[in-house]
């Protein structure tokens, strides 16, 4: 358990009771849960120890986005570009499980190398904010090696502030963030019906 004292400082970054370290990240962590409109509880008690407890909404189910009522995909070829590698890998789950396949890649870069060596992917997913080379930069690149598929972009609230800068020729959707996996799935099927 903690005292007093310590549970005051608990949420301070980088606070740490040890010699060394960094903190344990519960900056991070209740600000991940307030991102979803939930909260998180603590009790400790020195000698009795500690629990938190996270409470998140559930979120009533919205009609029509329900996963048995979104259509699979029939093995496109869907480029995902996303700089976190957690993000990637839930993502790159989350879309092969609906009948599509996938082709990662961790920045603009490297999106560029795989179209380069595998060819024009049916659908680019990529997150809107990226460091090594911009969402905007990427598209542009898309643009002159011919994609001419859908561009679905991952975009937070400063969607506006990209949007203007975005090629005007490419065939863009947006999906906020965090990702909603029956937004995401929904728009992939609407744009791979539409070809």
Known sequence: GMSEDV???????????KEK?????????RRIIANHQGVMRLASEPGQG????IYL???????????????????????VVIERESKMILLRDIIETHGYVVSPAENGT?????????????????????NLMTGVRTASKLLELNFQGPL???????RQAIEHDLPPQLNIRFVDKPVDPD????????ETRRE
């Open 7 to 17: 549970r005051k400082r608990l949420f301070t970054p980088f606070f740490t009771t």
């Open 152 to 158: 679905i972009l991952i975009a937070g609230k400063n």
């Open 50 to 53: 500690t629990t938190f407890s």
């Open 57 to 79: 909404p559930l979120p009533e189910a919205i009609s029509g986005s329900v996963h048995g009522e979104i259509a699979d995909g029939h093995g496109e070829r869907v480029l």
């Open 110 to 130: 490297v999106a560029v190398q795989s179209i380069e060596a595998e060819g024009l992917p049916d659908v680019v997913v990529m997150d809107a904010q990226m």
């Open 21 to 29: 370290g960094t903190g344990l990240g519960l900056m991070s962590c």
């Open 183 to 190: 937004q995401l799935l929904a728009v992939l099927a609407e």
